[in-house]
């Protein structure tokens, strides 16, 4: 029986395809006909085309699948306008409503779908776990009010009786990011001697072996209906610094900028990007800004004990993206 693997080009998918061969499985992915698929590039895998918009080709793509690893989302920390809000609600929520509805209808045994921390509730006195509700008034970007009905829709899904589970990420670190990732390009720009400045603050990081450990765990032994978190460690920026100075040698960018001057700055070059260019990736956003500034902390301690998931360390993923950039001619 077949797996199928959403998103396969990304970050997380291309590290899932590659652990689920090495286990044995055999593996399709749903690739959209203009996806770059440099991921999945000499990969013994079945490819089927279609986007998660359109519910027939979903469900093509589901069916016949014993399985199914829905990490498709369209990832943004962009307030952006009308067009890429559109975009964002109906890859991440519609996508999933109709990878859900397909395996309702076609009979798959398990669906596991990517959450992200961005989705759980915050409360600066302690780290986000489970039980922590989203708060929608608390501006969130539309992407992290887009994972938290994603949720919403794995929980309606599984009131009709699908048994699926939600596995939650938190910013994945590792190689494979065929992209790259914010994250990816950080080390890139910082290994070139462009990383000019950085902004004190802290998030948590996950390794990509453990978030493709956390599916399979979740896929296995997860409880239909439940979320789970999988992190591997949480590093403030400082200590991200060192890290990357000890990984290429280099070392950390004078300027540690204070963070509401960087969050200003964020703010004017955003508002006028967002309307020269809106589509255009930027580099420093507000959201993102905003989002190291909470240090936000995850507690894993509900996939320790139900799962046993065991994280790794965050050392060894900085050094295999490294070496997976240099490798590719990026550094
Ligand atoms: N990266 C992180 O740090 C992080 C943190 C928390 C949660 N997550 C979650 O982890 C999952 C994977 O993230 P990632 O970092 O691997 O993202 P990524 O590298 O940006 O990849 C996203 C993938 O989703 C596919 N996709 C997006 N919209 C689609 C659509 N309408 N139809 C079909 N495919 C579509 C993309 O295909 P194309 O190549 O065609 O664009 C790509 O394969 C997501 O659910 C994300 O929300 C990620």
Do not use: W
Not at 278 to 303: H, I, N, W, Y
């Amino acid at each position: 029986m077949k797996t199928l693997v959403t998103g396969a080009s990304g970050h997380l998918g291309a590290n899932l395809v590659r652990r689920l061969l090495q286990d044995g499985e055999a593996v399709r992915v749903l690739l959209r006909a203009d996806s770059d698929d440099s991921a999945v590039e000499g990969l013994e895998v079945e490819r089927v085309y279609g986007d998660l918009r359109d519910f027939l080709a979903t469900k093509a793509a589901v069916h016949g699948c014993e399985r199914v690893y829905h990490c498709a989302a369209k990832v943004s920390t962009l307030e952006g306008g009308d067009r890429l809000r559109r975009e964002i609600y109906d890859c991440n929520v519609l996508g999933t409503r109709h990878v859900l509805r397909a395996a309702l209808e076609t009979g798959v045994a398990r669906v596991v779908v990517t959450g992200s921390l961005s989705a759980v509730g915050y409360d600066s006195s302690r780290p986000s776990d489970e039980s922590m509700p989203f708060d929608p008034f608390d501006r969130p970007l539309p992407y992290a009010a887009s994972k938290a009905l994603v949720e919403h829709e794995c929980l309606k899904a599984a009131a009709d009786g699908l048994e699926v589970v939600v596995a939650i990420s938190c910013a994945i670190v590792g190689p494979q990011d065929f992209g790259p990732s914010r994250m990816g390009r950080t080390l890139c720009d910082y290994a070139k001697g462009r990383l000019r400045a950085y902004v004190p603050g802290g998030f948590e990081f996950v390794a990509a072996r453990d978030i493709v450990q956390g599916h399979l765990l979740a896929m296995s032994r997860g409880r239909p209906g439940q979320r789970y978190i999988f992190s591997t460690q949480y590093m403030t920026t400082d200590d991200l610094m060192s890290l990357f100075e000890s990984v290429t040698g280099r070392p950390r960018p004078r300027l540690r900028l204070s963070p509401p001057l960087m969050s200003a700055a964020a703010h004017v070059s955003s508002f006028f990007l967002t309307r020269l260019f809106p589509e255009a990736e930027q580099r420093f956003t507000p959201g993102a800004v905003r989002l190291l500034r909470m240090r936000r902390r995850a507690d894993c301690s509900k996939a320790r004990q139900e799962l046993g998931y065991r994280p790794t360390d965050l050392a060894q993923a900085v050094k295999e993206a490294y070496g997976f950039f240099a490798q590719r001619g990026l550094i």
